[in-house]
Structures are given as structure tokens and as C-alpha cells.
């Protein structure tokens, strides 16, 4: 049974930093296609960053050169750090994995595997 395990978030004020850590075990796959989405109360899901299992590496547009993610291949493990965050980027952010070659919005609507969740808070 594959889970995410999520760490990081919190709160932070306005042009505040953050960072996400999220680790696949019980995993019989070598590598996945991992990734964070967001949610917001009242919103749909929103595609933050995701890295598939070639290496490519997508943002949502929203995100405008704020955030870095980065991939652990040997420890299945994906961190994303947040710099610059507004209001705006207050939400729940989940983990999702897939361990065929995936888009950000695959990961985002359709992903196999997803974390628990982890709230971010920005105030102003």
C-alpha cells in the first residue's frame, strides 16, 4: 500500500517563506510522477508544481517563478519551497503520486495516490 507522507506548512505572514516535504513509502514502484495541489475553501483544485518520472518539471501559472520544487528519486521524495507568499496561497496542499509518467493536471484531478493534507496559512 503506497502512502504519502506530508510535512511542512503552517503560517506565515505576507512575503513570508514555507517549505513542503513529501515522502512515497510502502512502494513497490522505483519512481513516480509526484506533485502538490492546492485547495481552497470554496475552490476548485489547482495544480501547484509536479516533477514526472523523466524529470519535467511543471508550475501552475499562478505560482510566477515563487516556488522551487525539487525530487529525492532515490528516497521517492519530493520537497517544494515557498517564497513570496500572499493571502492568496492560503489553502490545504496535498501530495500526489503516480507511477506512470503524469501531468500536473493528472496529478491534480485523477493521481492514484495523495497525502493526508497539510494547511498552509498566509496572513496579511
Known amino acids: 500500500q503506497v502512502q504519502l507522507v506530508e510535512s511542512g506548512g503552517g503560517s506565515v505572514q505576507s512575503g513570508g517563506s514555507l517549505s513542503l516535504s513529501c515522502v512515497a513509502s510502502?512502494?513497490?514502484?522505483?519512481?513516480?510522477?509526484m506533485g502538490w495541489f492546492r485547495q481552497a475553501p470554496g475552490k476548485e483544485p489547482e495544480g501547484v508544481a509536479s516533477i514526472d518520472t523523466v524529470g519535467t518539471v511543471t508550475y501552475g501559472d499562478f505560482v510566477k517563478d515563487r516556488f522551487t520544487i525539487s525530487q529525492d528519486r532515490a528516497k521517492n521524495r519530493i520537497d517544494l519551497r515557498m517564497d513570496s507568499l500572499i493571502p492568496e496561497d492560503t489553502a490545504v496542499y496535498y501530495c500526489?503520486?503516480?507511477?506512470?509518467?503524469?501531468?500536473?493536471?493528472?496529478?491534480?484531478?485523477?493521481?492514484?495516490?495523495r497525502g493526508q493534507g497539510t494547511q498552509v496559512t498566509v496572513s496579511s
Open positions: 500526489a503520486a503516480d507511477p506512470d509518467r503524469a501531468t500536473l493536471k493528472w496529478l491534480t484531478q485523477r493521481a492514484p495516490y
Open positions: 510502502g512502494s513497490p514502484y522505483s519512481r513516480y510522477s
